[in-house]
């Protein structure tokens, strides 16, 4: 525990305990981390996620986060980061210069030759800031431009999926540490009563492309209390599990169920006066009203045809990123804090033009919706959108070359993620990498200023974020020192 | 002067004078002497330590706090603490300095002294600023156990007693025997008490009645279950690799020799040897090198373009940090990049640690294989037998060929006058098994199958026939072939084919392997498989398929599939397209010379395989053959073989006798294949050099170092003087009487097991960044009692657990909670949830559903659709989840298959870990995710229903004594009347809803693969599983009280 936050705690229990009869305010149990899980009510604030006493630590210019994640390593050079000269350079070999020598993925390493492949698709200026875009495949997105930061400097240590992933969403190229969703729900809590504080889509993604594994641990609450994990809701099947009752119980019957069960509870918290106990009771009353606000969610019936219509067609089938865009709109405006969609498929070691259409088509015109959706209904100012993957891909190809298809190896120099939204500078584009997208030439960005820059705009001071861990203060942003980088700030 | 880190600052002081303000209570510290360790050692490590500490490449100012020669070096203009004359001492002013520029800590580091810790920092200079070596990095001392007025059952109440009285704090009476058996049954078996049991301990009103069901729980084999699942967090288990695919790995009789060892109580020092370096001892025993799996349970990685001297650096990391944190209790992670800035570890320290496991065998990449070598195949001596009696019948089956092959007359056609003419043949390489020579395997999911009939009549020749049904595309291939077989003239290559007219595939195939599997002939949908170039030799269409429901010969000339006579086949495939499709008698017809076919005359065949190992002729003979033919030498045992397995012009004598031997072999082979191995521990024949890493970068290699331990413990005893120091001086020096800290660790995290928490609550975190032991004298008299007793785990379990302060009841009133929320001073007893796996063990061992089968391997329980495959990566073989039948869906937690990118939700959303990294201590959250999962998973609804039937035969006549009955089996007591009207109205209210909804019913008591009992009433039953689910959701259920 942070000592200011055990100071606090020392605050609260004081004036906790001045309270006359054995009123166990959830607050004040789930900050002196006694009750361990709990997750009651705060009898004052009326919150079943309260944030940390002392949080946010400035008035946050986002109130809630949707991230996401393109998983695979999306190629910059063939969606944002355009590089008309190198069209001279077709089949010829990345310079040694440019190349500098440093560590190559061991999937390339033995290559004796490194060909340049210049983007076959067409990019266009758009919007009155000029960013340029793939027009051919990001259409919608293209849209957005002037809503928008694009990042072209953003850059990573790890070459290879895993640590790369581990690395970007937790801080961290080693399993075992706490996610981006898991610190912020831990650190700001939830508006939302009947509905996890941080909540992840694993959408479908295209049955051809290289599907790289995602691990639980990308929105895992890792050495933070597990009442922070991600909460997976599931494309098919039930979306919270075990969320419906059994076939054969009504919701009269699981009511009389409960009353039971309550009233026998309450006997043993007469008996015993365990403060979880009391805990208990309102949990699973919280359960039964997610019963009705998880379906309610997930109903999207409600929804107008000019907004369903703006996210495309896949909207109505659940599963598909369309939808679970969609849904990220519903859970924000629901006052929850967290919301991730991580979409596979985006490694492309071949045929990449192919496929990258193919992942652009699923998810294009859903993510320009969703910016737009979050405008249209004033949301936008508090909501932070980020995009983007764990890292880039090369200049050179691998296996076949020609003008019209190509493959590409991981980048982890630099490589593309917007951000849009909560506090976020509109129309501008970060950073300027060389003439080959091999390496950064201005404003590097690494993934923890990424992220200090995410929980700044959330209200946070990374550096003061920390949780005792194997007898570090572990912060999100590592033990280096990452900076805020102001200048994607509005 | 010196300086103190400056940095520009903003003033913080409003804060700090907040907490002027509401300044901290009184303290028991200032009213004693300051104790260093307890009052001013967490203050400074955590406040200063980071600049002015043990870390060389951080220290500022070049002041170090962390030792007294530091903090009063007087060769500074100033120094920072002058003993007992806080003007002279440079701290002070500095601590207490208004200026933002120059106070301490910096504003910046956003770490404050509050008035309380400034103060303790004034006294304790005053006093003379005595340091201390950290607490637990001196040996324990045996302790005098003092008195108290507190009630004693052993020296742990003393102890405890004593700190209750300087609180002034009442210990609550012993806990009812009903509550009691509940508490210690789960605390040593992990199972609640059986209603017997219960009722046994009620009526025994004996001093020794406590006693006696204490040693009962520690003689049952769920006492090593219970104890285990402690340990496999801490040694992070697991059934798969962790990373990237995350494949299937086989090592799970490390974790039966974990449950196997606490059974036997093997004592913890040798618990610790076997683990760190069972493979060093001399002769090890096969538990021995089980053991060491211990340190090949950490996560390991196959990902193409991974790094393999990265990741064999991060294993070693990983080993090391994890020893460190297990035995030791302290947090080596830190100094892997830097000198640690709170412990005396230095970087170079770690690395040194580290060489212990850095000569590791297993390579880098895992393969994503089941077995990563070094494995170790278990003696398995059941199957062992079993494979003796196959050798004797095998024998016996090979002394009828021999005398037979004795009686048929051969004369080998080369010898033969006049010399022989070609001839047509058949070449059979198919008739009742693929050729001995290459390899069989078979399409995913389905292994080659074999049957003497089919539906409609008989095999077309021979014993067997080659059956395979599939949906879609599916093969048995024969490949590999270490002799080919050779085209004659002429040749066409057939096979027969039976179609199943009830199930007729799509299409049917036959492949031939030259060079490469190119050449194939489809019967049937030309389009259904879709292998090779179209309309080219590698596909040709042979028209529609053959009639169905007789054997029909296929034939063709080698040239139609671009073969040529002459040509040496490696390899065929019988493959089909959908439907049941039996094959019999493949081959080649076509022209030969008797004199020069191998399959017909011994010396061409001699010839042939001369200076090759062919499979399949015995041991005594492979010298022989493979000298090829030579004169003057006695071959009729080599002839004889000839004539039983190869020759076509007599073999045919044989296909009994040789079809008994091949179904005799493949039994044992099958046995064979069923003995499971194991991961271990071993190092490479000579040691791979370490190096310091700098900033903990696998390829910034520095200094050169060897394996050595931590210099401010005791010093390493090697065997060898002489000898680099090897793991197994390093395990033995860990459990040496003089080292400070593994017992301490050890009695520590037993105590936490069974009240909670630790004595000290940071149970992973013994050094100074780590809590202070809230009874620092019982702590070292525990652990010297652990040492002294030889490291007996049953005996440290049996003192813990006969304590009067494990006993005692837990009620809790307004004021002990203001005093001790977290029972850190034990005035009542232990109350906790139960873990993740206790509460799935206690709904099936309450509804009787429990297998009580220990050990083999993980097991697939219920488990929600889409748990795997969402994460899963497309080649993993844990990719989908495919559940279990029968018993196997009941068997105890324990034994649940840990894949670690997906834990089961059942572990995962009680707390359990994902054991990517060692855990030594849970969370134990409370949240609506675990309500939903115990109302509705079916494994617990199940558990309800079956209850349910349990209380409707067993529970007695009328509502009330069966609500008794339930309140017996789930909490061990009878319910107050109060409770029994709850009881009674919810049954009621739900009797009268499923008597009018009898549909309704039947749904509810229809989850789960058990039957239902047809018995009894559909809506007596349904309404009683919703109270036995009622039962099983509550709080005094779930709570270890």
């Given at each position: 525990?942070?000592p ?7 605050q609260?229990?004081?004036h ?20 361990n899980?709990?997750?009651m ?15 946010p ?12 994640h393109?998983n ?13 000269g ?15 020598g440093?560590?190559l993925?061991?999937m ?5 030759r490194f060909p ?7 990019f ?7 960013t ?11 849209k957005?431009v ?5 990042i072209?400097?953003i850059?990573t240590?790890?070459i ?5 992933c581990t690395?970007v969403?937790?801080g961290?190229?080693?399993p ?13 809590g ?5 509905l ?22 990308m ?9 922070y994990?991600g909460?997976a809701l ?6 919270v599990?075990y969320?419906?009752?059994?076939d ?12 039971a069960?309550?009233?026998l509870?309450q006997?043993?918290?007469?008996r015993?006066?365990d ?9 699973y ?5 997610m ?5 309610d969610l997930?109903?999207?019936e409600d ?10 067609p896949?909207?109505?089938?659940p ?11 519903r859970?924000?405006?629901?006052g929850?804090?967290?919301v991730?969609?991580f979409h596979?498929?985006w ?33 936008l ?14 200049v ?11 493959g590409?190896d991981?980048?982890?120099?630099n490589?593309?993620?917007w ?11 970060h ?10 030439v201005?404003?590097p ?8 820059t995410?929980l700044?705009?959330m209200?946070?001071d ?11 203060d572990?912060?999100?942003t ?5 900076s ?7 | ?9 903003l ?6 004078g907040?907490?002027?303000s ?18 001013i ?22 002041l ?10 007087n060769s500074?203009s100033?120094?920072?603490?002058t ?23 910096p504003p910046?580091?956003?770490?404050e ?37 507190h ?16 609180r002034?704090?009442?210990?609550a ?5 009903e509550v ?40 049952s ?30 090592t799970?009789a ?23 370096a069972g493979?060093?001892l ?8 089980i053991?060491t799996?211990?340190?090949r ?23 090391t940090?994890?020893t ?7 947090t ?6 830097h ?10 320290e770690?690395?040194?640690?580290y060489?212990f ?24 001596p ?5 494979q ?5 019948k ?8 021999d ?7 051969y ?12 001839m047509?043949v ?5 008739e009742?098994d693929?050729p ?12 080659t ?8 009549g008989?095999?077309f020749?021979?014993k ?10 599916a093969?048995?291939v024969?490949?590999q072939?270490?002799e080919?077989l050779?085209l ?6 057939f ?11 799509k ?5 031939y392997h ?11 949908d ?13 596909r ?7 009639e169905?429901g007789?054997?029909v ?9 671009g ?37 017909r005359?011994f010396q ?43 020759c ?31 991961f271990v521990f071993?190092?490479?024949p000579?040691p ?14 520095g ?6 331990v931590?210099?401010?413990l005791?010093?390493?005893q090697k ?7 090897t793991?197994l ?5 860990l459990v040496?009487?003089n080292?400070p ?26 050094g ?5 032991p809230?009874h ?30 494990f ?16 029972n ?5 007893g232990?109350?906790?949830?139960l873990?993740a ?8 061992k ?11 391997k ?6 929600p ?17 495919s559940q279990?039948?029968?018993e196997?869906?009941?068997r ?16 995962s ?7 990517e990294?060692?855990?030594t201590r ?10 939903l999962?115990?109302m509705?998973?079916?494994q ?24 008794r009955f ?7 007591r ?10 009674q109205?919810?049954?009621?209210a ?6 009018g909804?009898k ?14 009992d ?7 039953l ?14 005094e ?5």
């Amino acid at each position: 525990m942070d000592p200011r936050f055990e100071y606090q705690v020392n605050q609260t229990r004081r004036h906790f305990f001045g309270d006359s009869g054995l009123k166990l305010g959830g607050l004040a149990l789930a900050a002196m981390g006694l009750s361990n899980g709990s997750a009651m009510a705060d009898t004052s604030s009326g919150m079943v996620h309260p944030p940390l006493p002392g949080l946010p630590h400035f008035k946050p210019s986002a109130k809630a986060i949707i991230y996401l994640h393109m998983n695979g390593g999306p190629s910059q050079l063939d969606l944002w980061d355009h590089k008309p000269g190198l069209k001279d350079y077709f089949d010829k070999d990345l310079p040694a210069s440019v190349q500098g020598g440093q560590r190559l993925s061991t999937m390339t390493s033995g290559q004796t030759r490194f060909p340049c492949a210049p983007s076959k698709f067409k990019f266009e200026r758009k919007g009155e800031c000029g960013t340029w875009v793939n027009t051919d495949i990001l259409p919608h997105t293209a849209k957005i431009v002037d809503d928008i930061t694009l990042i072209k400097s953003i850059n990573t240590n790890a070459i290879n999926h895993d640590p790369a992933c581990t690395f970007v969403m937790t801080g961290s190229e080693v399993p075992g540490k706490a996610s981006l969703g898991s610190w912020l729900a831990y650190g700001l809590g939830s508006e939302n009563n009947d509905l996890p504080a941080f909540v992840v889509f694993t959408p479908q993604f295209p049955n051809d492309s290289n599907g790289q594994a995602l691990y639980n641990r990308m929105w895992g609450s890792g050495f933070l209390p597990t009442r922070y994990n991600g909460v997976a809701l599931r494309g098919s099947g039930d979306p919270v599990l075990y969320l419906p009752d059994p076939d054969g119980v009504a919701r009269g019957d699981r009511r009389q169920m409960l009353d039971a069960l309550q009233a026998l509870n309450q006997k043993t918290l007469q008996r015993f006066g365990d403060p979880e106990t009391q805990t208990r009771i309102s949990q699973y009353e919280m359960a039964f009203r997610m019963q009705s606000s998880v379906p309610d969610l997930t109903r999207i019936e409600d929804e107008s045809a000019a907004t369903l219509e703006l996210y495309g067609p896949d909207v109505t089938k659940p599963g598909t990123f369309a939808h679970s865009a969609l849904l990220a709109r519903r859970l924000v405006e629901r006052g929850v804090r967290v919301v991730q969609l991580f979409h596979r498929g985006w490694d492309q070691h071949g045929s990449l033009p192919y496929q990258i259409s193919n992942q652009c088509r699923q998810t294009d015109q859903a993510s320009a919706a969703l910016v737009m959706d979050l405008k249209q209904r004033g949301l936008l100012d508090e909501t932070l959108v980020v995009w983007g993957g764990e890292f880039g891909r090369t200049v050179y190809s691998q296996g076949t070359l020609t003008k019209d298809d190509y493959g590409r190896d991981h980048h982890p120099r630099n490589f593309c993620m917007w951000l849009a939204g909560g506090g976020i500078r509109r129309g501008y584009v970060h950073g300027e990498t060389d003439d080959f997208s091999y390496n950064i030439v201005k404003d590097p960005v690494s993934i923890n200023d990424l992220n200090a820059t995410l929980l700044h705009c959330m209200g946070i001071d990374h550096s003061r974020f920390s949780y005792k861990f194997q007898g570090l203060d572990a912060r999100l942003t590592g033990v280096e020192s990452p900076s805020v980088v102001k200048a994607l700030l509005a | 002067m010196f300086q103190f880190s400056r940095i520009p600052a903003l003033a913080l002081w409003a804060i700090i004078g907040i907490q002027i303000s509401c300044c901290l209570s009184a303290t028991a510290a200032e009213t004693k002497p300051i104790d260093f360790n307890r009052d001013i050692r967490p203050i400074l490590s955590d406040k200063c330590f980071a600049c002015h500490g043990f870390d060389k490449g951080h220290r500022q100012a070049d002041l170090r706090l962390d030792v007294a020669e530091g903090a009063f070096d007087n060769s500074r203009s100033t120094i920072a603490i002058t003993p007992g004359d806080i003007s002279k001492s440079e701290v002070w002013s500095r601590i207490t300095t208004t200026d933002p520029d120059s106070v301490m800590p910096p504003p910046d580091s956003h770490k404050e002294l509050t008035v309380a810790e400034r103060e303790l920092i004034k006294r304790w200079i005053e006093e003379g600023a005595p340091y201390a070596k950290h607490w637990s990095f001196e040996p324990p001392q045996a302790v005098a156990v003092p008195n108290t007025s507190h009630p004693v059952h052993n020296e742990i109440d003393a102890f405890l007693g004593q700190k209750l009285e300087e609180r002034n704090l009442k210990s609550a009476p012993a806990a009812a025997k009903e509550v009691l058996i509940r508490r210690l049954s789960f605390a040593l078996t992990g199972l609640p008490p059986s209603t017997a049991d219960v009722k046994a301990f009620l009526e025994d009103n004996s001093d020794q009645a406590y006693s006696k069901l204490v040693e009962k729980y520690l003689d049952s084999p769920q006492f090593g279950e219970e104890m285990a699942r402690h340990w496999l967090d801490v040694a992070r288990y697991a059934d798969t690799h962790g990373m990237h695919l995350d494949n299937e790995r086989q090592t799970w009789a490390y974790r039966d020799w974990v449950i196997r060892a606490f059974n036997q109580n093997l004592p913890f020092d040798q618990f610790t040897i076997s683990q760190l370096a069972g493979d060093l001892l001399p002769e090890p025993t096969e538990d021995q090198l089980i053991a060491t799996g211990f340190n090949r349970c950490n996560v390991t990685t196959s990902e193409g373009g991974s790094i393999n001297d990265e990741l064999l650096y991060r294993y070693a990391v990983d080993r090391t940090s994890t020893t460190i944190s297990a035995w030791m209790g302290l947090t080596g992670g830190c100094a892997v990049c830097h000198d640690h800035k709170f412990d005396p570890i230095s970087q170079r320290e770690f690395y040194q640690m580290y060489a212990f496991f850095n000569s590791a065998a297993d390579p880098g990449f895992d393969g994503n294989a089941l077995l990563t070598q070094p494995v170790l195949k278990l003696n398995m001596p059941e199957i062992r037998t079993q494979q003796q009696a196959i050798d004797e019948k095998l024998a016996a089956v090979q002394t009828q060929i021999d005398e037979k092959a004795a009686t048929v007359a051969y004369q080998d056609p080369a010898a033969a006058e006049p010399k022989s003419e070609t001839m047509m043949v058949e070449n059979v390489w198919m008739e009742d098994d693929f050729p001995a020579t290459g390899r069989v395997f078979a399409s995913p999911g389905a292994a080659t199958q074999y049957v003497e009939s089919l539906e409609g009549g008989a095999v077309f020749s021979g014993k067997r026939a080659v059956k395979r049904t599939d949906a879609g595309l599916a093969q048995d291939v024969w490949d590999q072939a270490k002799e080919p077989l050779v085209l004659p003239q002429g040749a066409s290559l057939f096979a027969y084919v039976w179609l199943d007219p009830a199930n007729p595939p799509k299409a049917i195939m036959l492949q031939y392997h030259r060079s490469g599997w190119q050449h194939r002939a489809v019967w049937g949908d030309y389009e259904a498989i879709q292998w090779g170039a179209a309309n080219t030799t590698e596909r040709v269409g042979m028209g529609p398929l053959p009639e169905v429901g007789k054997w029909v010969r296929l034939e063709f000339p080698v040239e139609k599939v671009g073969l040529n006579p002459g040509d040496g086949l490696t390899g065929f495939a019988l493959t089909q397209f959908g439907g049941t499709v039996y094959w019999d008698k493949v081959g080649v017809a076509g022209a030969v010379n008797p004199a020069t076919d191998p399959q017909r005359s011994f010396q061409a065949w001699w010839q042939q395989i001369a200076g090759k190992d062919v499979a399949g002729i015995p041991d005594s003979l492979k010298e022989l053959a493979k000298g090829g033919p030579k004169p003057d030498v006695d071959t009729a045992l080599l002839q004889r073989y000839y004539v039983q397995a190869i020759c076509e012009s007599t073999k045919a004598n044989f296909t009994d006798l040789r079809a008994q031997a091949e179904t005799l072999k493949q039994e044992r082979q099958r046995l064979e294949d069923s003995i499971p191995s194991t991961f271990v521990f071993r190092d490479m024949p000579s040691p791979r050099e370490s190096f310091v890493m700098i900033r903990g970068a696998y390829d910034k290699k520095g200094d050169p170092v060897q394996p050595e331990v931590f210099a401010f413990l005791p010093p390493l005893q090697k065997a060898d003087p002489n000898a680099r120091a090897t793991r197994l001086d390093l395990a033995k020096w860990l459990v040496a009487p003089n080292h400070p800290l593994t017992a301490r660790v050890t009695v520590n995290r037993f105590w936490q097991q069974f009240f909670g928490v630790g004595l000290v609550k940071s149970s992973y975190d013994f050094g100074s960044q780590g809590e202070l032991p809230s009874h620092p004298e019982l702590l070292d008299w525990l652990a010297v009692r652990f040492q002294t007793s030889g490291w007996d785990v049953k005996q440290l379990v049996r003192l813990i657990v006969h304590s009067a302060a494990f006993q005692r009841d837990s009620h809790v009133d307004q004021e002990l909670l203001a005093n001790d929320f977290e029972n850190r001073f034990y005035a009542r007893g232990p109350r906790f949830r139960l873990d993740a796996e206790q509460i799935r063990d206690n709904a099936l061992k309450v509804s009787g559903l429990l297998i009580d089968k220990m050990g083999g391997k993980g097991v697939k329980p219920y488990q929600p659709a889409n748990i795997w495959e969402p994460v899963g990566f497309a080649g993993s073989n844990t990719r989908f989840y495919s559940q279990d039948k029968g018993e196997s869906l009941y068997r105890r937690s324990i034994y649940t298959f840990l894949k670690r990118t997906a834990p089961p939700p059942f572990m995962s959303n009680f707390d359990g870990p994902n054991r990517e990294q060692f855990c030594t201590r849970r969370e134990r959250s409370n949240t609506p995710l675990q309500a939903l999962q115990l109302m509705n998973d079916v494994q617990h609804v199940e558990a309800a229903r079956v209850f349910a039937q349990r209380i409707l035969k067993d529970g007695g006549a009328d509502d009330s004594s069966k609500i008794r009955f339930a309140f017996q089996e789930v909490l061990s007591r009878q319910p107050a009347e109060d409770e029994l009207q709850i009881v009674q109205s919810q049954l009621n209210a739900h009797r009268q809803r499923y008597q009018g909804d009898k549909d309704a019913a039947t749904k509810l008591v229809a989850h789960g693969e058990s039957s239902r009992d047809e018995s009894l009433d559909v809506a007596e039953l349904a309404a009683f599983t919703l109270v036995s689910s009622m039962m099983l959701n509550l709080d005094e259920t779930l709570t270890r009280n």
